[in-house]
T-cell receptor, first 112, second 114 residues
Framework: GEDVEQSLFLSVREGDSSVINCTYT??????LYWYKQEPGAGLQLLTY?????DMKQDQRLTVLLNKKDKHLSLRIADTQTGDSAIYFC????????????FGAGTRLAVHP | SAVISQKPSRDICQRGTSLTIQCQVD?????MFWYRQQPGQSLTLIAT?????????ESGFVIDKFPISRPNLTFSTLTVSNMSPEDSSIYLC???????????FGPGTRLLVL
């Protein structure tokens, strides 16, 4: 079956890098996504990566994909207090364009 | 990206009543999706709404409980029927657009059932 797992909590110091990890079980996943949810807000798409890519960089964000290990990570460089939020990893399985399978979300806390 | 609005943004309802949530998109889309986020949980797809056909429901969700309308390519409604406290959640609509089959989400409707 399809399953996406994330660690639930991460605490970092302001200015440090944050690395949020995600593992998934569906080897046929086509796209993988990172969403951000701030308190009381909806979901904001941060970035996505196609399954034939290893890495994608977008300003402070770096996504790494290890297909062999079914491992996805999101690195946030120079983490700021405004980055405090819940980060969701999600996948679209092959042929399942209608459905996003979400992880439980990682709560990132940034402290001074 | 997509500009998606939802109404109401939040509501407090009595058990046994029904609430209809509206979702408006800034341009035409083929598919619209409805998700539920229970307190402290991740998102679960309720159904996919296509214009001109019946919605497709995921396992565990039924039309009698969550009827959906899709009258045109920019609008959809989700009704939460005969509500109980277990229906207290955030309900989000989303659309798929552009590269990466990317799904964009509305701001959500926060529902509390007493």
């Amino acid at each position: 079956g399809e399953d996406v797992e994330q660690s639930l909590f991460l605490s970092v110091r302001e200015g440090d890098s944050s690395v949020i990890n995600c593992t998934y079980t569906d080897s046929s996943s086509t796209y993988l996504y990172w969403y951000k949810q701030e308190p009381g807000a909806g979901l904001q798409l941060l970035t996505y990566i196609f399954s034939n890519m290893d890495m994608k960089q977008d300003q402070r964000l770096t996504v790494l994909l290890n297909k062999k290990d079914k491992h996805l990570s999101l690195r946030i460089a120079d983490t700021q207090t405004g980055d405090s939020a819940i980060y969701f990893c999600a996948e679209t399985p092959l042929g399942g364009y209608n459905k996003l399978i979400f992880g439980a979300g990682t709560r990132l806390a940034v402290h001074p | 990206s997509a500009v998606i609005s939802q109404k109401p943004s939040r509501d407090i309802c009595q058990r046994g009543t029904s609430l209809t949530i509206q979702c408006q998109v800034d341009s035409q889309v083929t598919m619209m999706f409805w998700y539920r986020q229970q307190p402290g949980q991740s998102l679960t797809l309720i159904a996919t709404a296509n214009q001109g056909s019946e919605a497709t429901y995921e396992s565990g969700f039924v039309i009698d409980k969550f009827p959906i309308s899709r009258p045109n390519l920019t609008f959809s409604t989700l009704t939460v029927s005969n509500m109980s406290p277990e229906d207290s959640s955030i309900y989000l609509c989303s659309v798929r657009r552009g590269a990466g089959e990317t799904q964009y989400f509305g701001p959500g409707t926060r529902l509390l059932v007493l």
